[in-house]
């Protein structure tokens, strides 16, 4: 059964970059027709889709983000990380990684429905001075 | 960015009674929604996919609608497993931003 592991620095100081690692078992981060995926969630501004990635290094990003987050991905490590620069106050959440899965395996299967599933179990990263 | 507003933002049940949370998108997403259930000190966990498919392993009283901009989730004959808090998403490839509703808490009346 596919798991997903964050591992990330805790506390980390305004201006300065958070680093999140997201280890992947039972499953390969090569796999061809999934992506992997960061979503933020605050009390105050619920689910934040941050960004995503597949194994030939296409990546998406929410703009909200202000080009801030790079998403990263190992195949020899089978995983893939968030480095989000700059943080402030407001980058303080719970962050997830997830595997997003699509409906359609032809060739159109990336831009068929897809869903976020499973979803590790999530790492709490506080800014503050 | 597509924006999906959901409703009601709580609601109060018993077990055993049968309850609908709605979603409503602000365009035409066709079928790219997915449901999420989440529990306190938890991760989301799927519950419905492309708007009416049930993942293996949940239990059949969850059930998926709807298409275009209004979508719902409903859940029969309430368990007590089931007290949680709700999310639906959507996942339009146009643009891909992948946004959440502000998710319902349903609790135990």
């Known amino acids: 059964q596919l798991q997903l592991q964050e591992s990330g620095p805790g506390p980390v100081k305004p201006s300065e970059t958070l680093t999140l690692t997201c280890s992947v078992s039972g499953g390969s981060v090569n796999a061809r027709m999934y992506y992997w995926d960061w979503i933020r969630q605050t009390p105050g501004r619920g689910l934040e889709w941050i960004g995503s990635i597949h194994n030939s290094g296409r990546t998406y990003y929410n703009p909200s983000l202000l080009s801030r987050a790079t998403v990263s991905i190992d195949i020899s490590q089978n995983q893939f990380s968030l480095t989000l620069n700059f943080v402030t106050a407001a980058d303080t959440a719970i962050y997830y990684c997830?595997?997003?899965?699509?409906?359609?395996?032809?060739?159109?299967?990336?831009?068929?429905?897809?869903?976020?599933?499973?979803w590790g179990q999530g790492t709490l990263v506080t800014v503050s001075s | 960015d597509i924006q999906m507003t959901q409703f009601p933002s709580s609601l109060s049940a018993s077990v055993g009674d049968t309850v609908t949370i709605s979603c409503r998108a602000s365009?035409?997403?066709?079928?790219?929604v997915s449901w999420f259930q989440q529990k306190p000190g938890k991760a989301p966990t799927l519950i419905i996919f492309?708007?009416?498919s049930l993942p293996a392993g949940v239990p059949s009283r969850f059930s998926g609608g709807g298409s275009g901009t209004d979508f719902s989730l409903t859940i029969r004959s309430l368990a007590r497993e089931d007290f949680a808090t709700y999310f639906c998403?959507?996942?339009?490839?146009?643009?891909?931003?992948?946004?959440f509703g502000q998710g319902t808490h349903l609790d135990l009346k």
């Open positions: 365009q035409n997403i066709n079928n790219y």
């Open positions: 492309a708007a009416s």
């Open positions: 997830a595997r997003r899965g699509f409906a359609s395996s032809d060739v159109s299967w990336s831009t068929s429905p897809s869903w976020f599933d499973p």
């Open positions: 998403q959507q996942s339009h490839p146009t643009p891909p931003l992948y946004t």
